[in-house]
């Protein structure tokens, strides 16, 4: 079975819009550099996200966060939210729900500030952040998932480096529109493989999931 599975969600030109309007929105975006999170503009950070994140955001921090920015993703993003849900659903046979409380699908967002910067290698455990507000225990063992959906890459081209479980090395380069579905429980990092231009941006739609124990869904949070 692939570790990563790829779906067609959307076309470019809808990608492409949907990449705008998350710029519009930079005045919300908090940037990360560090362990320092600041929301607005910012010269040192390496990157962005317009919304809360549950492994970037201490718990102390999560819920708060999530409260501030959840209402700008539901009133700008509602549809692509819901689509993203629809497409889960159908592939997981399963009602897929937003986590009451936790934060809503994400973006990440880099531009020429990433310039020189290496993503460190990384599996998914954003479940561990103490923050999250379980709406019902997950399963145990844990079956959990991650997405990304690229809406924006500088020239067209990003991706995915990851490692197979003989350890070696994998690129998989996205293509804008498409879903890329797995269970983010093996080393992969964000592979930018050329230098991004002044007013170059990659922008991502990031989510991640876990099965509920108790009842046939699935709870998506970021």
Request: no cysteine; glycine share 10%.
């Amino acid at each position: 079975m692939d570790l990563i599975k790829e779906i067609l969600f959307m076309n470019e030109d809808e990608a492409d819009l949907e990449a705008d309007k998350v710029l519009r929105l930079s005045p919300f975006f908090y940037h990360r550099t560090g362990g320092e999170v600041s929301l607005g503009s910012s010269l040192t950070a390496k990157f962005s996200t317009l919304g809360a994140s549950s492994y970037l955001d201490s718990p102390e921090e999560y819920v708060e966060k999530a409260a501030e920015i959840n209402p700008i993703i539901d009133s700008e993003f509602s549809h692509l939210v819901s689509a993203a849900k629809g497409i889960l659903g159908f592939i997981f046979d399963r009602e897929v729900v937003e986590l009451k409380g936790a934060a809503r699908m994400g973006f990440h967002i880099f531009d020429s500030r990433a310039n020189g910067e290496e993503a460190e290698w990384h599996i998914d455990m954003p479940f561990e952040n103490g923050g999250i507000p379980w709406e019902e225990p997950p399963t145990e063992p844990l079956s959990v998932f991650s997405f990304t959906v690229p809406l924006r890459l500088p020239r067209g081209v990003g991706g995915l480096d990851f490692k197979e479980a003989d350890g070696a090395e994998r690129y998989l380069p996205y293509t804008v529109g498409n879903l890329y579905l797995s269970d983010g429980l093996f080393p992969h990092r964000i592979a930018n493989p050329i230098q991004i231009k002044e007013g170059e941006h990659r922008v991502t739609l990031q989510g991640h999931g876990v099965f509920s124990s108790v009842s046939d869904r699935a709870f998506v949070y970021f």
